[in-house]
């Protein structure tokens, strides 16, 4: 894969297989420490990231989606250590998002890189 393919955008890890959204929302805190280990560390961070919340893959169900912005290697690296968080009952899986979705990863990446 060439670097203008591989350039950063955003990705939607979605984490599947929660009854409540509650239950989905558990497992922020884990994910950030596993983002982000200091959390008092000085600014950026290396992926941009954020949280919501989406339907599961059923409708009694909710999936956890975190959104990152990066480059797709990044991604799936991310999402296997998610995977291995979130452990063997859950579906983890990784696509591109709708950088109008995530605007707020968009411009702390820009921000932080100095490309405003």
Known sequence: MSAAEDRPRVYE????????????LALQHPI???LCPDPDHAPPCEIPWSFTLADGEDE?????????YTSRGQAA??????RTLAGETRTVAVSEGEAGEWEELVEQYRFEKGLR
């Open 13 to 24: 890890i979605h984490i599947h297989g929660y009854p409540t959204s509650q239950e989905a």
């Open 32 to 34: 950030e420490r596993l």
């Open 60 to 68: 009694a169900s909710t999936a956890l989606v975190l959104g990152v």
């Open 77 to 82: 690296q991310v999402a296997d250590r998610v």
